[in-house]
């Protein structure tokens, strides 16, 4: 995936189902506080859920993706972790039952139809909506509301979601990922820099800011 940006921009790579996405987010945002000038964000899908996607597009469940309850059990510690250092309520701490493509192709209309303002609250509700809110975010009607209550329009990302070409150029958009060596989310890419985790302010700083 490339990584030329202006010097106003920061890429991150993330899936909306990733609770450390969530959390990384919330650290940006904290980072950007700070800052005279804001960050344009660069926003880049990554599928987290590939392993076990079929080539129909369905989950399986039953695929073993070599993560077991240990790991899923660090990964809630982390969860708790990061939220009481960033100050983050979370409805959950992990969620295996919701698949994100839908809403990833419904972000990339947006940010492609829209104004960066406009994708933005956009990204952000569809982030809360999960995990603040526990809604299923791969319902298009879901997702067509979620548009809605931020002013968009919700016929618009309906009739996106159900588009193949997105759809396709989504996917390319996860191989690109994939190709260029991003293999965990979230992942900050600046000036070509890149650090992955959800990380605090101060790293994102030092990412940023370092010469």
């Known amino acids: 995936m490339s990584q030329t940006q202006s010097a106003n921009e920061i890429t991150v790579v993330s899936d909306y189902v990733c609770p450390f996405c969530y ?15 804001e960050l344009e964000i660069n ?3 990554f599928d987290l ?7 129909d597009g369905e989950i399986k469940g039953d695929v073993d993706d070599g993560k077991d309850e240990q790991y899923y059990e660090q990964a809630r510690q982390n969860v708790r972790r990061l939220q009481e250092e960033y100050d983050v309520d979370m409805a959950m701490e992990l969620v295996d039952d919701v698949d994100s493509l839908n809403a990833q ?36 009607d879901v997702l067509a509301a979620i548009a809605e209550d931020v002013g968009l329009d919700g016929d618009e990302v ?42 605090p302010p101060e790293q994102l700083e030092r990412l940023v800011e370092s010469d």
């Open 49 to 55: 859920r590939a392993g076990k996607r079929t080539q």
């Open 158 to 199: 309906r009739s996106a979601v159900d588009d193949d070409a997105m759809r396709e150029r989504v996917e390319t958009l996860f191989a690109e990922a994939k190709q260029g060596g991003i293999s965990g989310v979230p992942t900050f890419i600046y000036d070509g820099r890149a650090a992955s985790g959800a990380l």
């Open 23 to 37: 959390l990384g987010r919330q650290s940006l945002e904290d980072y950007q506080d700070e800052r005279e000038e």
């Open 43 to 45: 926003w880049h899908p």
């Open 105 to 140: 192709i419904a972000s990339l209309y947006v940010k492609e139809h829209y104004s960066q303002a406009e994708w933005l609250e956009f990204d952000e509700a569809v982030f809360d909506a999960l995990w603040q809110d526990e809604r299923d975010i791969g319902d298009v």
